[in-house]
């Protein structure tokens, strides 16, 4: 039988003992007795200190019978589970981090993002669908995201771009969703106890084994210590040559005059075309990419993408590389991943976010100029500004919770942030981060 966190909390020795014990604060862990749930990262230090199995930690709120109405369910790791209506592909998602995101618009730009690999999105803002879909706001071939979460069903499309209803693509494309989730109260719970790992079914069949759900989302490791860049990176290089699309001309076909270099971690369209309307005629590479292999294109600069995953466990084949493009003096600038990996790479280190930054609304001081942007984000890694060593400055920081969204080393001539200048979806005022790159190249 599932037992209750306050016996949990009293077979710990209170608050205080079970705050050292699994290295959180005495808040978080009052949050845990407000929010009736234990975060499963912490199970292990928790059953080995009272001797409890994981099937007495699991799913004290868990409803056993399917509500009327309830076509899919969402199943956290601590066996909580949240019905709705299911929408989209039927099955089963793999075990995944959810997350939401705060964004207003662009929920297919968003879904197609590959820094979306190994995560289920809870989206904030209630009407998705409304613009239906298109093969141009794609940011990949693919939805790397493994589900997403909604609170109204999806909305009629309503738009002269749309080819396809959100409905009819997530069909295609093989995700789930369910839909007649509380999110404001989804998103509350991961905002107080940090990103829980997650499974959605949408079984066509409408059975559900809840226990097998709780326990296959308990049971998966977590974004720590996990390299996807690979596993979303091309896997051979090619050319972009595509600029960014306005309402008058659609996409662009500008001119060339440098060769940048781009590593693809994960890289959204949007960041290629940008580059391209900055001028410069991009060479993509894989993930993997050795300095020699960046290197024997001669380029004038070097562009380092977003991409998923722990960039701890990516910087042990991309540290070497951006070294390597460093030593031959090559300016380098980095966005989202890009920029954690560029601080590995100068000897920083990075750290799990309990709750992440996504969306298109994110603030972001400019430290030079003291001017606030408003940005477009989606990490749940931060660079630890603490670790930057002697001759790499900081240069801008996020105003919701100080930390780090940009560095530069002058004497290496680099620099990166942590957020997405292309905004897609989002906010165009970081686009001049791309001139800066360009007049950076000479």
Known sequence: MPISIADILLRLGGNDAAATLTGVSPEAVRKWRSGNAIPSRHWPAIMAATGLRMEELIGTSAHTETPLGATACLV???????????????????????????GMTGYQ???????????????????????????????????????????????????????????????????PGIAGIDTRALTLRIRDLGAPNAVLCYPTDGKFDLAALAQTAAAWPGLDGMDLAAAVSCTQSYEWTGG??????????????????????GAKRNILRSLASAGCKVVVVPATASAEDILRHQ??????????GDPAATAVYAVPAIQGVMGAGIPIFGI???????????????????????????????????????????????????????????????????????????????????YHPEASPGPSDSSYLFKRFTEMMG
């Open 244 to 265: 960014t699309w306005s309402w008058e001309h659609g996409f662009a076909q500008p001119a060339a005059t440098r060769t940048v270099v781009a590593v693809d971690y």
């Open 299 to 308: 380029p004038d600069g070097v562009f380092l993408s977003n991409g998923p």
């Open 336 to 418: 989202c991943l890009g920029h954690q990996l560029l601080a590995h790479a100068l000897g920083a280190k990075t750290y799990k976010l309990e709750r992440g930054h996504r969306g298109a609304n994110q603030p972001v001081k400019d430290l030079s100029t003291g001017k606030v942007e408003i940005t477009s984000q989606n990490h749940g890694f931060a660079v630890d500004e603490k670790s930057l060593p002697e001759g790499v400055e900081v240069t801008h920081v996020s105003l919701f919770d100080g930390s780090n969204e940009g560095i530069a080393c002058k004497a290496k001539r680099v620099f990166s942030v942590q």
């Open 109 to 175: 730009e968003t879904l197609t993002d590959p820094s979306f690999a190994g995560q289920i999105i809870t989206f904030t803002f209630p009407h998705i669908g409304n613009v239906g879909t298109n093969a141009d706001d794609a940011e990949a071939v693919n939805i790397f995201a493994r589900g997403l979460v909604i609170k109204e069903d999806i909305t009629a499309p309503s738009n002269y771009r749309s080819t396809a209803p959100l409905q009819a693509w997530l069909q295609k494309m093989g995700i």
């Open 76 to 102: 956290l790791g601590d066996g909580s589970v949240f019905w709705g209506r299911g929408f989209g592909a039927h099955g089963t998602s793999q075990a995944a981090e959810l997350c939401f995101s705060t």
